[in-house]
């Protein structure tokens, strides 16, 4: 059974930052990857990491500010966030693999994580 277990959300205010951590058991990925929702919207794409050349891929709106990482071994993602704007309040998915930045060609999700910035 595979399973991705997310931990590391909360409340911060803007400015602040968060680490974000997702742990993936039952097979392993060749990447993996965070996407978020916030009310009333799309689930969208935010980062991804292909283990191959540790190459990492961003949304615009959250280049410069976020940073995806892992470890291969163990079959987990973190995304570290600094400066969140209130823009960033979200539920914050795992995602594996990532075949894009399109939802549906995610196969396996988290459960998500809230991160709550207040302005």
């Known amino acids: 059974q595979v399973q991705l277990v997310e931990s590391g959300g909360g409340l911060v205010q803007a400015g602040g930052s968060l680490r974000l951590s997702c742990a993936a058991s039952g097979r392993t990925f060749s990447n993996m990857g965070w996407f978020r929702q916030a009310p009333g919207k799309e689930r969208e794409f935010v980062a991804a990491?292909?283990?191959?050349?540790?190459?990492?891929d961003y949304a615009d709106s959250v280049k410069g500010r976020f940073t995806i990482s892992g470890d291969n071994a163990k079959n987990t993602v973190y995304l570290q966030m600094i400066g969140l704007k209130s823009e960033d309040t979200a539920v914050y998915y795992c995602a594996a693999p990532v075949g894009g930045v399109k939802p549906s060609h995610v196969e396996y999700w988290g459960q998500g994580t809230q991160v709550t910035v207040s302005s």
């Open positions: 990491i292909r283990w191959s050349g540790a190459i990492t």
